[in-house]
């Protein structure tokens, strides 16, 4: 029995900020932590859109995505307020002055590319 993490289910939580690129790398690295040989077809990470580029498994094609994907609990504090004040605040507990919510945040991610293969017959 295989007791790797199919490659769908493999997350890569990294932030916008890091870019398509870095997104691509850390999803490669964690499919290979999972024992998956990866073979990169192409890479897409500087042209637009959320895909990163398409690689190979055991003869299966994927597509990686990078884009909002993963809950995040983000807090916000009241505007106008100093930012870095606010974090001592609430850092040594003197203030709970802050907002919480989830948002969905930025992770890299496998959807497999399916072809109809007609069988003979």
């Known amino acids: 029995m295989d007791n790797r993490t199919d490659p769908v289910e493999i997350i890569a939580r990294v932030s916008e900020n890091d870019g398509k690129g870095r ?3 850390v999803w490669l690295y964690k499919a290979a932590k999972e024992g998956w040989s990866v073979t990169v077809e192409a890479t897409m990470v500087d042209e637009p859109g959320d895909q990163c580029g398409t690689v190979k498994i ?3 094609k ?3 995505r990078h884009a909002k ?3 995040e609990r983000v807090g916000y504090i ?3 307020r100093d930012l870095t004040a606010a974090a001592v605040d609430i850092a040594t507990g003197e203030s709970d002055d802050i907002f919480w919510t989830w948002e969905f945040g930025h992770a890299a991610w496998a959807d497999p590319i399916v072809e ?3 069988l003979p017959g």
């Open 116 to 118: 109809d293969h007609a």
């Open 69 to 71: 994907r993963v809950r």
């Open 62 to 64: 994927y597509r990686i």
């Open 78 to 80: 009241q505007p106008g």
């Open 58 to 60: 055991d003869g299966l």
């Open 23 to 25: 997104a691509f790398e």
